[in-house]
């Protein structure tokens, strides 16, 4: 019987209740402030875990095979793990950034031109820090020079 590997959850700020929008109300107020704070912290949290998880799989499933067709599974299959990691990583440091923006009073507002970002844009993205237009402007930019 051959044992199936599963690949690893990845983790998600998308297991959360969208915040319900009143028509009239402020922008980023307390209420939408601390949804966004609880979805950023649910999500570094999720990342962080799933960090620890990789740690305790490697060194649990680190063997010396003697075939070197295993050995070089084995390498490839941590190699991708921690390429993984390493973008979550970098993910958990633009999570820490939103957070202090967040505390600082200026999440939620783009960036480059000083607009609101919008509420569904950052359910979707929660570390945005452009409106959809600087970014698609960024974007096409990007795209012309390389």
Not at 117 to 127: D, H, N
Request: glycine content about 4%; aromatic content about 6%; proline content about 5%.
């Amino acid at each position: 019987m051959t044992e199936t590997k599963t690949a690893p959850q990845q983790a998600s700020p998308f297991s959360f209740e969208p915040y319900p929008l009143v028509a009239g109300e402020e922008y980023m107020n307390e209420a939408q402030v601390e949804h966004f704070r609880n979805i950023l912290k649910t999500w570094k949290a999720d990342l962080m875990a799933e960090v620890d998880r990789t740690v305790h799989h490697m060194q649990d499933e680190a063997a010396n095979f003697p075939d070197p067709n295993d050995r070089a599974t084995q390498e490839s299959e941590f190699s991708l793990e921690l390429r993984t990691r390493d973008r979550e990583r970098k993910l958990i440091k633009k999570i820490e950034e939103s957070l202090e923006t967040l505390e600082h009073g200026e999440y939620g507002f783009c960036e480059t031109c000083g607009v609101e970002i919008g509420i569904r844009r950052l359910e979707a993205r929660p570390t945005a820090s452009q409106c959809i237009d600087c970014k698609t402007l960024d974007e096409l930019r990007e795209k012309q020079l390389g």
